[in-house]
């Protein structure tokens, strides 16, 4: 089955469409493409999300994103060919685990536009037996990376960064997920603030290595409780979103510094993740945006030297693409109305169907 998978994440890039070939157990990516958000509509969508809001401003989000995602998704068969499903997993504008989440995008729009049958609404239904709502990818983390004799720890950088450790030759109720803490998106906020609204991100991780890091504020902010608490748990906008830019700001470090330490503190809480839930020799494979900021990812290499880093592309798998890509691969499972949570990641109760079908 061709199965289209719409990916819109935290750090605002855009729309991620990859289209993949689904065979039983094996996913075939046919293609991938990106498309930008209009500035207006990344200005609206951030204007919402973790803030007091107008219900009238939401509604028209949520069809305006509805027409974007079509517009993405059939630029995407026009080059690659036609789908019989989508995965479409919205603009997270809310989430508080294991109580509520909201993602914007009608999925009436996109079948409409499309006249494909749409998957949406992945992670209430995880919330409603208990979990987390996130994080999901790790169901698809297990069937693409798992290995006999050699423990994997998927990492994706992406607005926020988490981790699924996938111990040698183990079954899906011991795998392990969760959300270790920023990713990119307290690096994108900073950035912004440093290039003067020209930049999204830190493009090559030149911002960084431009500045020093303030080690008293990382100290500081290595102190959160929630690098400590044990899993299930997970993250957003809630957690790294403007307050906690401001708090940043309030130490009166120059914007380099704080893009510096920012920096640090994606690699450095990433890697005490790892260190508290893998024993022994691993391999953390990392997708994502965050891939391309070598800052990121040498410190990485620095803060874990008995791990053997490498990038999902360097597994068959675009970096760039796995997000979307395990959506598409969701969206079949709930076709199926086969269970697509692992409740050993999210906390849920029971493992259930995810998503809503709007045929």
């Known amino acids: 089955m061709r199965v289209a998978g719409i990916m819109s994440g935290t750090s605002l890039d855009g729309i991620d469409v990859a289209i993949v070939e689904i065979r039983g157990r094996r996913v075939d990516t ?3 493409t990106s498309a930008r958000y209009p500035a207006a509509v990344r200005a609206a969508i951030l204007s919402v999300s973790n803030c007091p809001t107008h219900t009238a401003t939401l509604s028209r989000l949520n069809f305006q994103l509805g027409e974007l995602y079509a517009r993405a998704l059939l630029a995407a068969v026009k080059r690659y060919g036609p789908v019989e499903l989508i995965g479409c997993h919205g603009q997270t504008v809310f989430h508080e685990g294991g109580s509520n989440t909201l993602q914007l995008g009608e999925p009436a729009v996109l079948a409409e536009r499309t ?41 994706n950088i992406g607005g926020i960064a988490n981790i699924t450790v996938i111990p040698a030759g183990c079954a899906p109720r ?26 999204n991100y830190d493009r090559g991780g030149r911002m960084a290595a431009s500045g020093n890091i303030n080690r008293g504020l990382l100290d ?23 307050e906690f830019v401001a708090r940043l700001r309030k130490s009166g470090a120059p914007l380099a510094d704080l893009v510096a330490t920012a920096t640090v503190l994606t690699a450095a809480t990433i890697a005490m993740a790892v260190e508290r839930t893998v024993a022994g020799p691993a391999d953390l494979i990392a997708s994502g945006g965050g891939t391309h900021n070598p800052r990121i990812m040498a410190h990485l290499a620095g803060f874990l030297p008995g791990v053997d880093l490498s990038t999902s592309t360097d597994h068959g798998i675009d970096a760039d693409a796995k997000e979307a890509i395990a959506f598409a691969v969701l969206a079949h499972e709930t076709w199926r109305r086969k269970p697509a949570n692992l409740p050993s990641a999210t906390g849920a109760s029971r493992a259930v169907v995810l998503g809503s079908i709007t045929p």
């Open 115 to 155: 006249g494909i049958p749409v998957v949406s609404n992945f992670r209430a239904r995880d919330i409603a037996a208990g979990g987390e709502g996130a994080p999901l990818v790790p169901f698809v983390d297990y069937l693409l990376f798992r290995h006999p004799r050699r423990t994997r720890v998927a990492l």
């Open 174 to 199: 011991d795998v392990v997920a969760f959300d270790t803490g920023p990713g990119n998106m307290v690096i994108d906020a900073l950035a912004r603030e440093f290039s003067g609204g020209k930049l």
């Open 30 to 32: 046919i293609g991938f």
């Open 220 to 242: 500081a902010l290595l102190r959160d409780a929630y690098y400590r608490r044990k899993p299930p748990k997970s993250a957003g906008r809630e957690q790294y979103g403007v």
